[in-house]
T-cell receptor, first 115, second 113 residues
């Protein structure tokens, strides 16, 4: 069975500082990996995804993530955060396409950007 | 193009009642999935429907049911509501069953008193 662990429930950071949100996964098969963002009282928006190929994935709003198979990690990074990045971030994993695209999510990390 | 839409946005029910939540996928998307997000947790998979057939079910009791219509819209029904059913219910659509990217709607927030 797949599972996702987000190691930090909350990450406070000052504006314009770099940030890393950590995600580890477990799976017995090859996986697809995703980061979604949820702003208050809204649904989920896809930030980026890893399917195959280059292990460094660039997404929207200046975010990027690196897939590390040996460490089963998919950490999210941004070199300089803005107040508007304050939101909850979810890491998710899904099966290969022949098994459907059901997502398994982590518990989320709340990013609080302070001025 | 419109994104995934869900109705109603908010709902208040009492224990033991029944509720129906509705979802319209992005135009052309044939697969719809439902997720439950309890406060402070990540979303949990409930159901997936593709071409009107159930193609996946999460670890939820039989009180939860769903269906998909010929126009690919979907309904989620929950019977005999419990306090623990209070959550944000998210609908997601994808072009095909095997399409890796799902697009989420804004959710329906259900409060059970």
């Amino acid at each position: 069975a797949q599972s996702v662990t987000q190691l930090d429930s909350q990450v406070p950071v000052f504006e314009e500082a770099p940030v890393e949100l950590r995600c580890n996964y477990s799976s017995s098969v090859s996986v697809y990996l995703f980061w979604y963002v949820q702003y208050p009282n809204q649904g989920l928006q896809l930030l980026l995804k890893y399917l195959s190929g280059s292990t460094l994935v660039k997404g929207i709003n200046g975010f990027e993530a690196e897939f590390n198979k040996s460490q089963t990690s998919f950490h999210l990074r941004k070199p300089s955060v803005h107040i508007s990045d304050t939101a909850e971030y979810f890491c998710a994993v899904s099966d290969p396409p022949e098994y459907g695209n059901k997502l398994v999510f982590g518990a989320g990390t709340i990013l609080r950007v302070k001025s | 193009d419109a994104g995934v839409t869900q109705s109603p946005t908010h709902l208040i029910k009492t224990r033991g009642q029944q509720v129906t939540l509705r979802c319209s996928p992005i135009s052309g998307h044939k697969s719809v999935s439902w997720y439950q997000q309890v406060l402070g947790q990540g979303p949990q998979f409930i159901f997936q429907y593709y071409e009107k057939e159930e193609r996946g079910r999460g670890n939820f009791p039989d009180r939860f049911s769903a269906r998909q219509f010929p126009n690919y819209s979907s309904e989620l029904n929950v019977n005999a509501l419990l306090l623990g059913d209070s959550a944000l219910y998210l609908c997601a659509s994808s072009l095909e069953l095997w399409e890796e990217t799902q697009y989420f709607g804004p959710g329906t927030r259900l409060l059970v008193l």
